[in-house]
């Protein structure tokens, strides 16, 4: 049995136990028993998560296992001779010798240098973004680096997960003007024969997706952590800058008010249903939430749940009319997710928690949500302004914007 099997059975099984448990409450059940059932639910429902962190963990580590096994070949050790291929430095590929440069300019700064590393960087460097050629030069990161940055992005919040919205990657950050159309009001006639066909215009409308600007801040490294050869620098800044943009796009991919920042989701999505509660979410809600969806939405491989963590902690002790709890967990021999209602969900910290006058839940066809990412990414490199900490600052740029292009494919669920 693998180990990725094995925590999935472990994760049926805290389900199992903690689902006995609150099947014990009953009417006669005291309060202090139900609050420790649920301390103890609550309790399984964090384990059954952090062992599906390290299912997530064990799957990427064998796509990435597999994925080196498929390129390197006769270039990793072979048996026990431990012989790898050798080769020339210049005719390594052209993205090796790249991140080789990229890492030696974060460490030693563009002085510190071979020549050819050297040109390699100067022809990194980013057209508009670039200040005068030197040590403190802005450039673009080589694609290695960006690719694993943009992975890096996508654990801080769904709304940069291609599997989610749709995501938009262009050379430039020129406005786009994105057409619409709502022809949903329209259908079809019967007519008469030399009869006049009556003139059904469609709505056409104009979506605009801008570049704003985004920076991480300044990213301080020490100097002993530059000049340690075994520590990976590269990942250090990249994971750092990650972090900080990664946080501050979610947050504005999903609440942002459309001035002078992306427009949210939430912001922009349609009014679904009002919940009975200010406090609470029932079973009702959620049906109401869910079919102020049209079906053709709903059909749609993007459609999904999206709330924050303490209200699907809410949900998961939620059950239908006949019991049955709508929360159910990822099945192991279909390889489907977590759902809501036989629905997927993705968990969004940046989505307001249950309380009065919130909007806690979207439904929809998250596709119709468009990111736009601009391809560059620049990095500065900080010298002199930190020099009396002993300390390199790094600093990155990038630019995106967000836009719902259809309010009828996502609507959310508000409380009064």
């Known amino acids: ?38 301390a103890a639910h609550d309790k399984a429902m964090a384990e059954y998560d952090r062992v599906g962190a390290t299912i997530a963990r064990e799957e990427a580590l064998e796509a990435r296992e597999a994925e080196l096994n498929s390129i390197e070949g006769d270039r990793r050790p072979l048996g026990e001779t431990r012989q790898a291929k050798v080769v020339k430095a ?14 030696g300019y974060l460490r030693h700064g563009l002085e510190g240098l071979s020549p050819e590393q050297r040109q390699i960087v100067r022809e990194l460097r980013a057209g508009p973004q670039a200040t005068a050629p030197g040590a403190d030069g802005g450039y673009l990161v080589p694609q290695g680096f960006m690719a694993e940055l943009v992975k890096s992005l996508k654990a801080w919040g769904p709304m940069l997960d291609p599997g989610v919205t749709r995501v938009l990657n262009t050379a430039t950050g020129n406005t786009i003007p994105w057409p619409t159309m709502d022809d949903t009001s329209n259908t079809g006639a019967l007519i ?7 003139l059904a215009e469609m709505a056409f409308g104009t979506k605009t997706l801008e570049a704003y600007k985004y920076t991480s801040g300044v990213v301080l490294v020490s100097s002993e952590l530059l000049q340690d050869a075994v520590l990976d620098v590269e990942a ?33 999505a349609g009014a679904g249903f009002t919940a009975g509660s200010a406090t609470a979410i029932s079973f009702d809600d959620l049906i109401e939430t869910y079919h102020s969806v ?32 709508i929360w159910q967990p990822a099945n192991v021999t279909t390889g489907q997710p977590d759902t809501i209602l036989n629905m997927p969900y993705s968990v969004n910290q940046a989505v307001a928690s249950i309380a009065t006058g919130a909007k806690t839940i979207a439904f929809g066809a ?3 949500y468009v990111v736009r990412k601009v391809n560059e990414f620049s990095i500065k490199r900080l010298v002199e302004r930190y020099a009396d900490f002993d300390q390199t600052g790094f600093i990155g740029f990038t630019r995106f914007d967000g836009e719902l292009l259809d309010q009828n494919a996502v609507k959310v669920l508000s409380h009064p």
């Open 366 to 368: 998250f596709n119709r």
């Open 1 to 38: 049995m693998s180990k990725i099997t094995e925590l999935r059975e472990k994760q049926l099984k805290l389900v199992a136990d903690a689902r006995a448990l609150r099947d014990e409450i009953n009417d006669s059940t005291t309060e202090a028993r139900v609050a420790e059932i649920d």
């Open 294 to 325: 049209d079906p053709a939405y709903r059909s749609d491989p993007s459609c999904r749940f999206m709330f924050n963590d303490s209200t699907l902690k809410a949900l998961r002790k939620l059950k239908n009319g006949e019991g049955e709890y």
């Open 192 to 198: 008469a024969e030399n009869t006049q066909v009556a």
């Open 236 to 268: 250090i800044v990249r994971d750092a800058m990650a972090e900080r943009i990664g946080r501050i796009a979610n947050t504005h991919l999903t609440t942002g008010d459309g001035s002078s920042k992306p427009h949210g989701i939430i912001a922009a």
């Open 90 to 103: 210049d005719e390594r590929p052209l993205d090796e010798r790249r991140a080789e440069a990229f890492n």
